[in-house]
């Protein structure tokens, strides 16, 4: 349904998957940390008929290029849209989940004309302050779980994703485990010893139509945007819409995918 391709950007090697098809509008897709551009191969395959899909590995996953030091949401945003000139996408849609939402987010402020319009699936938009780099668990955690994915089979990979999140459909395990498996240890040691993501700032340079979607019970169920968060950035952004999905926590897609592409189609072709 879609193949993979490389292309030299921003001094990377960057892989990629596509959809192809001629006279489809682009539809650039930033997957979250330590995924890749695989894990977007349900909603790739409910699109295809309409959008030509591309689903990049960013910096530091699957098969592109690792380097030591900035991986930050600036440094991942510049990759985006260096990877856009190279393919030469006129105005494509981009979106993204979690960090890949970050990185659309800062993608669209920092250069407002290189999109039509953005989808942000549940980025970190949180109204507390950061942890400081020196006392950082999510980044001690992500540690720990990249020592343990090394050792473990791609099956035992497959196992624990079932176990640990048993709503979601079968065919997201293979990608998922895929991905765990192909995380640099450059970006598991960098990450969290960037510049904090001032998502405030950013959401107030956005002038394209942009789609926030998030969890209905965040934080509660894992999800990151709460309500009082997402009512500041619809302050923050008058291109703003909200859609908050029930049953869902962090990984909406995956756990409310009949809603979430339904919230995206009806977004896509609208501003299509």
């Known amino acids: 349904m879609w193949t993979p391709h490389e292309v030299e950007a921003n001094g990377l090697t ?24 695989g894990c977007w191969g349900r909603v790739a395959s409910a699109l295809a008929d309409r959008y030509d899909v591309i689903a990049p590995d960013a910096r530091g996953h699957g098969r592109s290029s690792a380097p030591d030091g900035d991986y930050s949401n600036v440094a991942m945003a510049t990759d985006l849209a260096a990877l856009i000139g190279a393919l030469g996408l006129d105005r494509p849609f981009v979106g993204g989940h979690s960090m890949g939402a970050n990185t659309a987010l800062t993608l669209v402020a920092h250069w407002p004309e290189i999109a039509r319009a953005a989808i942000l699936e549940d980025p970190v938009f949180r109204l507390e302050p950061p942890a400081p780099p020196e006392s950082n668990p999510w980044r ?19 196992a624990a994703g079932r176990a640990g999140s048993p709503r979601w459909h ?6 998922w485990a895929d991905a765990k498996k192909h995380v640099n240890a450059a970006y598991v040691h960098a990450t969290g010893s960037s510049v904090p993501f001032d998502w405030r700032a950013l959401l107030a340079k956005v002038r394209v139509p942009t789609l926030l979607v998030t969890s209905d019970s965040a934080p509660v169920d894992n999800g990151i945007v709460s309500p009082e968060a997402a009512e500041v950035a619809r302050g923050l952004c008058p291109t703003l819409e909200v859609a908050r999905l029930p049953g869902a926590g962090h990984n909406i897609r995956r756990e409310q995918f009949g809603p979430f592409v339904t919230a995206v189609a009806v977004f896509l072709d ?3």
């Open 14 to 37: 960057i892989h990629y998957l596509r959809t192809g098809g001629a006279n489809k509008p682009a539809l650039v897709l930033a997957h979250g940390s330590t995924d890749n551009g």
């Open 140 to 158: 001690d955690r992500l540690i720990a779980s990249h020592a343990k994915w090394q050792v473990q089979t791609h099956a035992e990979v497959v």
């Open 170 to 175: 079968e065919d997201e395990f293979e990608a």
């Open 270 to 272: 609208r501003h299509a």
